[in-house]
């Protein structure tokens, strides 16, 4: 029984579901980076627990939709039974079309969320009607955090929320006043390894600051003392 089950769950995905990327055209492959000679690239998508926990929030939705919607129709019907009568298949329609809706958007955002990490950058891809890709520098990343609720903690699961510099300020003049660089947010949301992920980002950030003045500085016939001393001078103006 298990096994028919399996086949009939295959079958609905490789048939529903094939149909509808092709008619929102879901990329089947992960989006591509600019690499060099010897580069290497990695991709991958959100881990099986985010779409569990995507299913879950809807199923908590459900419920509560569907018991108003279900509240509203029961008081009708008691107070007008015939009216009531006439617009069940309508409190139906309206109770159960939405969820099937909802139900195969949540398994197209889980099928177009791709992480695709290069040696120099990361680029990532999410949308279901309009995709969305962001690519980042690792050598533009401010901040490297980690953080997941007690429901995300419960899927097993956590998110990578990457700050990056802006290209522009803001603030009031006047004295005592400062200003405020932009920063950009992209997140990998939905991953179970979080810790090897942040790993490789902070990895690729020393080595991308490193590689990008370290180089320069050792053709110039600079001591690692001055190399040293750059860094910090450009770490410090990075951050105002």
Same mark, same amino acid.
């Given at each position: 029984m298990s096994r028919r089950v399996e086949e009939a769950t295959l079958w609905m995905y490789r048939g529903i579901w094939g149909v509808l990327t092709r008619w929102f055209? /879901?990329?089947?492959?992960?989006?591509?980076?600019? /690499?060099?000679?010897?580069?290497? /690239?990695?991709?991958?998508?959100?881990?099986?627990?985010?779409?569990?926990?995507?299913?879950?929030?809807?199923?908590?939705?459900?419920?509560?939709?569907?018991?108003a919607i279900l509240a509203a129709w029961s008081a009708l019907l008691i107070v007008f039974p015939v009216i009531g009568f006439l617009l069940a298949p309508v409190a139906f329609a309206i109770a159960v079309l939405p969820d099937v809706v909802a139900y195969v958007a949540i398994h197209l955002r889980y099928d177009t969320t791709w992480y695709v990490f290069s040696d120099r950058s990361l680029r990532i891809r999410r949308g279901i009607w309009v995709i969305h890709e962001t690519t980042i520098t690792f050598e533009n990343i401010q901040n490297v955090? /980690?953080?997941?609720?007690?429901?995300?903690?419960?899927?097993g699961i956590s998110n990578v929320t990457l700050d990056t510099a802006g290209g522009g300020?803001?603030?009031?003049?006047?004295?005592?006043?400062?200003?405020?660089?932009?920063?950009?947010?992209?997140?990998?949301?939905?991953i179970d390894n979080v810790h090897e992920i942040r790993t490789l980002i902070l990895n690729r950030v020393r080595h991308s600051r490193s590689a990008g003045l370290g180089d320069e500085a050792g053709s110039a016939g600079w001591s690692p003392a001055h190399v040293e001393v750059l860094r910090e001078i450009r770490d410090e103006l990075q951050t105002h």
């Open positions: 055209r /879901v990329p089947s492959e992960p989006p591509s980076l600019p /690499v060099g000679a010897g580069e290497q /690239v990695r991709s991958f998508r959100p881990a099986n627990g985010f779409l569990r926990y995507l299913k879950f929030k809807f199923w908590m939705a459900l419920v509560i939709i569907d018991l955090s /980690v953080n997941s609720g007690p429901l995300e903690r419960f899927f300020q803001s603030g009031s003049k006047g004295e005592g006043s400062k200003s405020a660089t932009n920063y950009h947010q992209g997140m990998i949301e939905g």
